[in-house]
Nanobody, 126 residues
Framework: QVQLVESGGGLVQAGGSLRLSCAGSGRTFSSYTMGWFRQAPGKEREFVTIISWSGDRTYYTDSVKGRFTISRDNAKNTVYLQMNSLKPEDTAVYYC???????????????????WGQGTQVTVSS
């Protein structure tokens, strides 16, 4: 399994931007489909976005389309989540996750992901 560590969370005003990073360990990082999930207070963890192993295909949940961008740099074993036009409802702990399954352009269940980071808090003030 790959080890994952997120960073880049923080407090931002509505309309602002943040970029999250997820650093992975191991030489097989580039073989994983990578995703981001989030969990808001009192809610279940939900799928946000996914990227193929090569980075050429992405998929987003409707609530973040046009505002969030997922990308990856396999040479650096890192996946990114650029979040623009942030809203208070984006407040959550954000998790990156790695999957051995191939890319599919649909929301992915948590069970498809075998490795998870510890999460990073994103708070958007109104």
């Amino acid at each position: 399994q790959v080890q994952l560590v997120e960073s880049g969370g923080g407090l931002v005003q509505a309309g602002g931007s943040l970029r999250l990073s997820c650093a992975g360990s191991g030489r097989t990082f580039s073989s994983y489909t990578m995703g981001w999930f989030r969990q808001a207070p009192g809610k279940e963890r939900e799928f946000v976005t996914i990227i193929s192993w090569s980075g050429d295909r992405t998929y987003y949940t409707d609530s973040v389309k046009g505002r969030f961008t997922i990308s990856r740099d396999n040479a650096k074993n890192t996946v990114y989540l650029q979040m623009n036009s942030l809203k208070p409802e984006d407040t959550a702990v954000y998790y990156c996750a790695a999957s051995r399954f191939g890319f599919v352009a649909t929301p992915r269940p948590e069970r498809d992901f075998g490795s998870w980071g510890q999460g990073t808090q994103v708070t958007v003030s109104s």
